[in-house]
């Protein structure tokens, strides 16, 4: 199992995720709304973690089922930790329709 840092300084390095902010539209939905963390793979793609597909623990930011990066050729795939991961950040300060 790999860490994957939290890149709060917005650098888009390999092996870096943040939460997924989600802008507002006029309907209120987003093609983004079920994307709740964007990660960059270790081979430097940008991939995004639906919460209709993954689930993150709360207390490790253990990634089920394992990191896939879905860019045609790449070969990256592996479970990870998502470091510092928070549902109540992300309910808080993310989630789709907050105010």
């Not at 300084?9 to 989600?22: F, I």
């Not at 479970?79 to 950040?89: A, E, F, Q, S, T």
Request: negative net charge; hydrophobic residues 30%.
């Amino acid at each position: 199992m790999i860490t994957i840092t939290r890149d709060i300084e917005n650098t888009r390095a390999n092996l870096t995720w943040n939460y997924c902010t989600h802008d507002k539209t006029p309907t209120g939905k987003s093609h983004l709304d079920d994307i709740v963390a964007l990660v960059y793979c270790g081979n430097g793609h940008l991939g995004g973690l639906s919460k209709n597909v993954h689930t993150v623990s709360n207390g490790d930011g253990v990634l089920h089922p394992s990191y896939v990066c879905t860019m045609p050729g790449c070969t990256f795939h592996e479970w990870v930790r998502l470091d510092g991961w928070n549902w109540n950040w992300y309910d808080n300060q993310c989630a789709p329709g907050r105010p």
